[in-house]
């Protein structure tokens, strides 16, 4: 009998450390997981069918689903910050802002400035022409050939510009064009380099722009002698930096915008007044007028934007000469024929800056009279303290 008692003794000492293990255990499963002891808590409850007990454990489960929210919610804040930044905000420029700005920054005769605000430009110029040129004399009194010469020519031509404009009303902007010009040619050996023709022009806009109506601007321009004149240098030697003559010229550009892009059109005429008492030796016969005759021309294109920071613009354009005619002391006179000259243009912008743009352009000739090769590169002088080009 005491055995026996002995036995239910430790018995009844192992089912009491039992219990306080299994106590232990659930107290440290509390402390690694609330949701889990909230659930399991839920269930026992159930099982006892106390409404009391299971709505206090209930809404303890939803503390911690609550609290884990909570943890989680830096990082969703940030996520959706970084998602608001990349949204437009108020003030940004919209994709169509953004297109006109850089479409008139590279093809500034389809924009005016608004009144009081003036602009600086600069724009460098390289021109390459290349062609054969065949020099042929007869005998005198005869029809034998005395010379016969096939020469390759090739000019270089680089020309600055300097261009100032200011807006004298909304729909009125005049404009000031400075070039500084330098050439090479082969077949003569020789290179020169000064001042250019100096112009001046404006730009109208007649109509206010209204919805559903096609914008237009009418534009003129007045370009001087200020260049040294190819009629007044000596032909065989020297190389000129001007026309030699002066004109004038008018014209109308449009545009259209259609997302994703900017159509644009232009015609423009030119009218080049005659220089007389030129004297000047070409062989055997001295030039005393040059009569420039009438010229025209129009061009056609789109610009597109790629995003924010790089736009593409490409046109065609094309101008002729008719006319045109060369009277010489003796009473003789010449008449060239008409020249048409067509040029292919593709022009990049590349934003450097939130309110700068500086475009590069390449110019493929596709006529004989038009340059085989042509390039260019534009910016504003905002940095020598010029004002923007405000819209």
Known sequence: MIEIKWMNRTAL???IGLIFTSQVYAQT???????SEAENATVNVSSTQ?????STLSSSYQEAENKQVVDETPSMNASSTASEA???QEGDATQKENLEEVFTASERQYSLLKKGSYSGTYDLDYTYYRDTQIDLALCEDTSTVCRLHIEDNANHNLTNTFTLQYGVLDNLTITASVPLVAKTDNIKDTSTAGL???SFGARWEPFPLKQGRLPLILFGNVSTKTGDSPYEVNAMKDLSTGKGYYSVGAGASTRKYIDPVVLFASVSANY???ETGLNQLRGSRVLDSFDPGISGGFAFGFAYSFNYDVSMTMSYQQSFNTASEFRFTSGESSKPADQSSATLGVSLGVRVSPKTIVNGSVGIGLTEDAPDVSLGLSFPLDFLGFGRNTR
Not at 29 to 35: G, L, R
């Open 13 to 15: 000492g192992l089912s």
């Open 29 to 35: 499963q509390v402390a690694e997981n609330e949701i």
């Open 50 to 54: 106390d409404s009391s007990a299971a």
């Open 86 to 88: 990349l949204q437009q």
């Open 196 to 198: 250019g023709d100096i």
């Open 272 to 274: 080049g007044f005659e």
